[in-house]
């Protein structure tokens, strides 16, 4: 009996190999910005112009143009802010019913998953707070 477990112990101490705990270098990420520079810069473009550029552009001519109040001057001008995701949301969705959606469909195999619920549910949310806050006068 002995001499088995001898043995086993000697056979496995000598198959041991040296664990590397750590690698030289960091794993690829398989992911090239280059490749995807056109949907970046339409991304980051139409995110730059909806929140920035247009409700400047709208606000100036609004306060000295016309006679509004400073509150609906206000309010279409913070109408814009919704305009990305006025965007994103049909293209997130055609990304989602397309049969060839790759990796964009939920794992369930369901066609809109949690996210884009929850999704769906707060842009309707902002919509109908920018909708009250813009009818309600400021006096």
């Known amino acids: 009996m002995l001499f088995l477990f001898v043995r086993y112990a000697k056979m496995n ?4 190999k ?11 990420l398989n992911y090239d910005l280059r490749a995807r520079t056109k949907s970046n810069v339409i991304f980051w473009s139409t995110l730059v112009f909806g929140l920035t550029i247009i409700p400047i552009a709208v606000y100036y001519p609004l306060v000295y143009l016309t006679k509004l109040s400073i509150g609906a001057i206000l309010g279409i001008s913070s109408i814009s802010q919704g305009l990305p995701n006025i965007i994103q949301l ?4 055609w990304q989602l019913w397309k049969q060839d959606g790759g990796d964009r469909r939920p794992i369930n195999g369901r066609i809109l998953d949690l996210f884009m619920y929850e999704y769906i549910l707060n842009f309707v949310l902002i919509a109908v707070s920018y909708s009250v806050s813009t009818s309600i006068p400021i006096p």
Not at 13 to 16: F, L, Q
Not at 90 to 93: D, G, L, M, S
């Open 13 to 16: 101490t000598d198959s041991v």
């Open 18 to 28: 040296p664990i590397h705990i750590a690698n030289d270098e960091p794993p690829s």
């Open 90 to 93: 049909p293209y997130r969705f």
